[in-house]
């Protein structure tokens, strides 16, 4: 069985704090991919990254960085001087490499920047 | 328009009534999906078409939904004798290539309420 787990409910941050926020999965195929997403009020997931199990490189997209860690099955999504257009609830979504289009997402966390 | 669009953008149905919802995916899209995100959770997979193949419906709760995609484009979810755990929003995504590493678009979703 495959699943993912974001502890974190909800985060308030005060603009320009760096915030990150945690997932932690779990998966016994050996080939994955790990995806962020965030959903604005509007209510269109938002595309942000995709790893797969074989690149452990972390990234770097502005003011966005991700920590892939497969040693502790982590995939962690850090904003740098949060502002205020950063508020949503982000999810981060494990697919696996068996037959199917079964991605899996986190429940979510709901981030509030606060000006 | 661009991108994926979805109607309607709310439904409130009575217990027993059957519903339609209808996604139009981005233009030329080979995939489509179909999710259900119930309030405060993430989303979850219901069914996946390649053009007008339905390749996993492994998600579908019961057998009183039903979609389709009969000329690879338009997709309907259909949902008989609605239940009131039925209620959630319905997302749609659509992704250029069969690809998992292509990425999936969604479309605003349509939040259907079950009295």
């Known amino acids: 069985a495959q699943k993912v787990t974001q502890a974190q409910t909800e985060i308030s941050v005060v603009e320009k704090e760096d915030v990150t926020l945690d997932c932690v999965y779990e998966?016994?195929?050996?080939?994955?991919?790990l995806f962020w997403y965030k959903q604005p009020p509007s209510g269109e997931l938002v595309f942000l990254i995709r790893?797969?199990?074989?690149?452990?490189q972390n990234e770097i997209s502005g003011r966005y960085s991700w920590n892939f860690q497969k040693s502790t099955s982590s995939f962690n999504f850090t904003i740098t001087a949060s502002q205020v257009v950063d508020s949503a609830v982000y999810f981060c979504?494990?697919?696996?490499?068996?037959?199917?289009?079964?991605?899996?997402f986190g429940p979510g966390t709901r981030l509030s920047v606060l000006p | 328009g661009a991108g994926v669009s979805q109607s309607p953008r709310y439904k409130v149905a009575k217990r027993g009534q059957d519903v339609a919802l209808r996604c139009d995916p981005i233009?030329?899209?080979?995939?489509l999906f179909w999710y259900q995100q119930a309030l405060g959770q993430g989303p979850e997979f219901l069914t996946y078409?390649?053009?007008?193949?339905?390749?996993?419906k492994s998600g579908l709760p019961s057998d009183r939904f039903f979609a389709e995609r009969p000329e690879g484009s338009v997709s309907t979810l259909k949902i008989q004798r609605t239940q009131q755990e039925d209620s959630a929003v319905y997302l749609c995504?659509?992704?250029?290539?069969?690809?998992?590493?292509?990425?999936?678009?969604f479309g605003p979703g349509t939040r259907l309420t079950v009295l």
């Open positions: 233009s030329g899209h080979v995939s």
């Open positions: 998966t016994r195929d050996t080939t994955y991919y």
């Open positions: 078409f390649q053009n007008e193949a339905q390749l996993d």
């Open positions: 995504a659509s992704r250029r290539q069969a690809e998992i590493v292509d990425t999936q678009y």
């Open positions: 790893r797969n199990s074989f690149d452990e």
């Open positions: 979504a494990l697919k696996g490499s068996a037959f199917g289009q079964n991605f899996v």
